[in-house]
């Protein structure tokens, strides 16, 4: 269930934040170590933290079609809960030898991005090995960068996108906070109460006083 002020604590934390930080932020929201956790864990934890606080109605996501802007429901692929179990180190072939990789983790991305040196020894000059050990660790978790192919219902386009779910249930908390802030705005500003005493009250009766001050 939606917490008003865990949603607010964690819009003020995050908002400052750069993409990598505020993953760390999300992860700590959804009781994940960033430090020891792959990305493709982190991204599935904070998926499961989104469905604990928007309920079912959280397992579809929207995107707009680029081509007419109309609206597109999508649902993560099965893959993508795959049990934590997943491999988290995957043996990469490369002309004769094996490369032991490890999945991503947030430590590894610097500012010039992710850093695959860190996954594991290779000859990731060259662009062929770096491209294998890519899918190899994909393969091996398909929650990390995953990838959508759709046809717009509408217009029949085709799409192909990423998808981070983490940017993504990001852009709902901004949403959902600036809502909320208002809200708690505008009682307090008409009956004078707290913050607390008016994230305290259930959403309902909040609606009630709201539809008195603003009908
Ligand atoms: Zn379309």
């Known amino acids: 269930m939606l917490d008003g002020g865990a949603l607010l604590d964690l819009y003020q934390n995050g908002r400052a934040?750069?993409?990598?930080?505020?993953?760390?932020?999300?992860?700590?929201?959804a009781g994940a170590d960033a430090a020891t956790l792959p990305l493709a864990e982190l991204d599935r934890r904070i998926w499961a933290l989104r469905a604990d606080w928007l309920g079912a109605a959280a397992g579809d996501a929207v995107c707009t079609c680029p081509a007419c802007g109309g609206m597109l429901e999508f649902t993560l692929p099965a893959g993508f809960a795959l049990p934590p179990a997943a491999a988290q180190t995957v043996s990469v072939a490369w002309r004769g030898r094996d490369h032991a990789l490890r999945q991503p983790r947030l430590s590894d991305i610097g500012p010039a991005g992710l850093d695959p040196r860190r996954l594991g020894e290779g000859p990731w000059d060259d662009p062929g090995f770096a491209e294998a050990a890519a899918r190899a660790l994909q393969a091996a978790d398909p929650a990390l960068g995953l990838g959508f192919a759709m046809t717009c219902p509408d217009c029949g386009a085709a799409l192909e996108q990423l998808f981070d779910p983490a940017g993504y249930f990001w852009a709902e908390i901004e949403d959902l906070a600036r809502r909320l802030l208002h809200e708690v705005a505008l009682l307090a500003r008409a009956f004078g109460w707290s913050e607390a005493e008016i994230l305290a009250m259930p959403p309902a009766r909040r609606a009630l006083y709201l539809s008195e001050v603003a009908p």
């Open 17 to 29: 934040a750069d993409g990598p930080a505020r993953l760390a932020v999300l992860a700590r929201a």
